[in-house]
Structure formats: structure tokens, C-alpha cells
């Protein structure tokens, strides 16, 4: 169970409205309904009765919320005591990133970092675009280290999340060698993110680039994993667009092949700047002094 739909269900049961409470929530009403659902069936039970307007609990729902409230109070309290703790002793620092930039970027330049700030203790969470925002605007992480270019728009207030651009890199298509020659006259079949996923907007634009291929859809990732794409690429699915750092090793060793012009991606480090302490300054300022060969940074 999510502790997100504990929270959303306690909204919900405030306002009667799906539609106030996504818009409470900074969702979709669609995602809020979907997390709403995934709780009662998690439970076992309808917690809302959906043939009225507004929406009323159901008596299980009237029970729950009970029990919702009081868990929601003492993980919080919990939570609080933890983060005081944690500012006390001044050593942590808490990241949200992109799957693919954990496995690729952020591993290298975290240890530059920590050298360059001093010793500190680090929180890595891996996510979706949309859970990273999420995640940062919510207050429990520091910063969100994401790609980005100028024409995907990253719904963060540069006031309260200042970004640097902290590296380079390229969304590159690419495909097992070999590949059939029909594939030139047909189209490629293209390995497809999720709809509404930062990299199925960032291949969109790469495939409107002037030498992009001929494609049509023959997978679509639901979960819009670079990881599992590769490996899809790998073995013969057909072509798709991944940062050039995930595949460096492929296309070195001839396993994947480029068949399209790269599109060049900044990786920047927003900053939650509501979350001061000591660390989280140098953290940015260190950040700073390795990013100052990186035009564009702020």
C-alpha cells in the first residue's frame, strides 16, 4: 500500500468532491480516482458510496477513516522526529532522480560531490518523472536530478526550485545490427515509452529532427523503464530512442547500433530551496563549482 492513498482518501472524505480533492492533491482527477480504487481494493472493501453526488462514505469507509487519520498523525510525527534528528547531526542529503540517471550519471558525480562538499551521508530514490516533482514539491527530498530540454516543459517554479545544469547528455536511437533491410522501405518498429512519460516527450522531438527514420509502434514499456528497453533493443525488438550513457557500453561493443541523429539533453539538480541547512548549501555549492564548465547554468 501506497501512504499517498491514506492521505488522499482523508481529502477526499474532507471535500466529497474527486474533482476538489485531485486538484487538493496536484493530480489528475483520473490518477486520484485510480489511487482512490487501488486502496479500497488493497482493503478488500468500498470505502465511498459513488451513486450520490457529493460522494459519501460507506460505513466501512466511516470506520477507516478513523484508523487513516490516526496512522496518517503518528507516521508524520514519526517522520518529523527523524528529519529533526537528521538536521541535528547536519550529514544527510536526500536526492530523487530519473531511473536511468541512477545507474548511469548520478553514481560518478555523487562521489565528485561528496569529495568536493565534504563527508555526508546520501538518500537516493529512483522514479518517474512525475513522482520526482511530486516527491520535491512535497518537501521529502532536497533535490531532483533530472534530464530536460527547451522544448519539455518542467513544471517547477524557478523561485522555490532553482536549478544548475550539472551535465550532458544525448537521446540517441538505436538498434541491433543486422536489422532487416525491409525496415528501410516498411518503417522500424519502434520501442515506445509510456504515454505522458518525460522520455516518450523527449522521442517525439527527436523524431521530428530532420534523418529521424520511418517508425511505427511495436512495444509500448507501460512503465517506461530505460533499463528494460535496452534489453528489448538488444534482442532484436526493433529500435528505440535512450540516453547515449545507458548504451555507451552496447555501442562500443556492437551489440546496438545508431540509426538516427542525437538529441542533445541537459541533466540539471533542482534544489528544494524551502529545505536550508548547512549541508544541503555546500551540497549546492559544490554542485556549482563541478558544474561551472556546463553552459547555462544559474
Not at 457529493?54 to 484508523?67: D, I, N
Not at 516533482?133 to 527547451?150: M, R
Not at 545508431?258 to 540539471?268: G, K, N, S, T
Amino acid at each position: 500500500m501506497d501512504f499517498k492513498w491514506l492521505e488522499d482518501f482523508l481529502v477526499l472524505a474532507e471535500t466529497h468532491s474527486f474533482s476538489r480533492s485531485a486538484e487538493l492533491r496536484g493530480v489528475t482527477q483520473s490518477a486520484f480516482s485510480r489511487r482512490i480504487r487501488a486502496l479500497e481494493e488493497w482493503l478488500g472493501t468500498d470505502l465511498l458510496s459513488r451513486d450520490s453526488y457529493p460522494v459519501t462514505l460507506t460505513p466501512e469507509g466511516v470506520l477507516f477513516r478513523e484508523t487513516a487519520e490516526e496512522a496518517v498523525r503518528m507516521i508524520n510525527a514519526r517522520r518529523a522526529e527523524f528529519r529533526d534528528h537528521a538536521r541535528s547531526r547536519g550529514g544527510e542529503i536526500s536526492f530523487v532522480a530519473l531511473h536511468s540517471l541512477t545507474v548511469t550519471f548520478l553514481p560518478g558525480w555523487l562521489m565528485r560531490l561528496k569529495a568536493a562538499a565534504g563527508q555526508m551521508t546520501s538518500r537516493v530514490k529512483p522514479e518517474n518523472f512525475d513522482r520526482c516533482i511530486e516527491a520535491l514539491t512535497e518537501g521529502g527530498y532536497d533535490f531532483f536530478l533530472t534530464y530536460a530540454h527547451p522544448q519539455v516543459n518542467i513544471p517547477l517554479d524557478p523561485s522555490g526550485y532553482p536549478h544548475l545544469v550539472v551535465g550532458h547528455d544525448s537521446l540517441v536511437a538505436v538498434a541491433r545490427p543486422g536489422w532487416p533491410e525491409e525496415w528501410l522501405t516498411e518503417g522500424m518498429p519502434m520501442l515506445k515509452y509510456s504515454r505522458g512519460s518525460f522520455l516518450n516527450a523527449m522521442a517525439r522531438i527527436a523524431l521530428a529532427q530532420p534523418g529521424a527514420p520511418k517508425v511505427y509502434v511495436a512495444h509500448t514499456d507501460e512503465a517506461s523503464m530505460a533499463e528494460a528497453m535496452k534489453s528489448m533493443a538488444v534482442a532484436g525488438h526493433g529500435m528505440v530512442w535512450l540516453p547515449r550513457l545507458l548504451v555507451e557500453a552496447e555501442i562500443a561493443t556492437g551489440r546496438l547500433e545508431i540509426v538516427a541523429p542525437e538529441l542533445p539533453m541537459e541533466i540539471r539538480l533542482y534544489r528544494n530551496a524551502a529545505r536550508r541547512r548547512g549541508i544541503t548549501g555546500r551540497v549546492w555549492q559544490a554542485a556549482r563549482e563541478l558544474g561551472e564548465g556546463y553552459a547555462g547554468s544559474e
